[in-house]
């Protein structure tokens, strides 16, 4: 269980989050929507110790990691794969891997949840160009390896930030059938996303933030009462 309480968070002075609080339970699939500028990312980043929370508290599994570094994520079954991806595109993608590998067999030990043959086999591309330098990838190529690199931190709840943004419809539904395929082995999921027809697709409920709050729930079972409101989605969504 992933709980957001009260958190408030910012750059310098400019507070961008007020008040947020959400939860994620064991194996349940949340999206956060919002538009532009919302504060969706922010609240990523200080869920994953990029960004320091100014106030609040954020628990996984009970334990308190508001202000852990990122690199202590792993150890709580947390990873995420952020809005630019952010690997290291001089390394090869196998080297990219090999790192997060490193990483998930230290806090896991012979208990993985992820093992790298299981892995690659959800990303047959991934396999396939494991000695290329990442950055001579495809924007859906790094997306793969992206989420492949989260998968071998061994987590139980994983963070996206937009996974489908920018990628052709091809990729996403690619992108998507892993998602699926994740979920029905109980990973849990918070899906940042501000396509609703994508989040309705693959989550149980939503969080809607505007003006970094959240402004709106739309609880399980509802998303499509949801969506048919055009009223309420133009207000929240633009
Ligand atoms: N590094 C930064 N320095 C200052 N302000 C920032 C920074 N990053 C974001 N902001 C501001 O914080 C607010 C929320 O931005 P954020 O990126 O969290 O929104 P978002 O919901 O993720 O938007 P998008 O859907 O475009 O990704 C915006 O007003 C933005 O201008
Ligand atoms: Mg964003």
Known sequence: MLEVTSVSAGYGALTVLHDVSLKVGDGEAVALVGANGAGKTTLVRTICGLMRAQGGAIAKNGSDITRLPAHELARHGLAVVLENRRLFGELSVRENLVLAETVGRRVRGAHLRFSWDEVTALFPMVKERLDAPVELLSGGQQQM????????????????????????????????????????????????????????????????????????????????????????????LG
């Open 145 to 236: 390896v992206a989420i492949a690199r989260a998968l071998l931190l061994q987590p139980d709840l994983l963070i996206m930030d937009e996974p489908s943004t920018g990628l052709a419809p091809k990729v996403v539904k690619d992108i998507l059938l892993v998602i699926k395929a994740l979920r029905e082995r109980g990973m849990g999921l918070l899906l940042i996303e501000q396509n609703v027809g994508i989040a309705s697709e693959i989550t149980d409920r939503a969080y809607v933030m505007a003006l970094g709050r959240i402004v709106h729930e739309v609880p399980a079972g509802q998303w499509a009462s949801f969506l048919s409101d055009e009223r309420l989605v133009k207000a929240y």
